[in-house]
């Protein structure tokens, strides 16, 4: 039996477009209020080290979608962010 492995440009949202992009981060209603108030509830205080992070994602996806492979974000990550 063939295993069946999806292509990661048909998922989810990596295969949109920018503009629509923009539309589904906007339409989520992010702040960065409510995702303090979500990491508090966690017991996580947002520092700026984490918000570098999380700005940096969510400029990275509206320019690219979703990566494609994990490791490739993980080595950004690593690019842009190791001391």
Known sequence: ??????NA????????TLHTRRSELHDHGWTREKS????????????DDH????????NRYLKQGLPRHARILA???KEKFNA
């Open 1 to 6: 039996m063939k295993q069946y492995i999806p």
């Open 9 to 16: 440009y048909n998922t989810e949202s990596s295969n949109l």
């Open 36 to 47: 303090r108030r979500l990491a508090e509830a966690e017991g996580i205080q947002l520092t």
């Open 51 to 58: 918000w570098a992070v999380i700005t940096y994602l969510r």
């Open 75 to 77: 080595k950004a990550l």
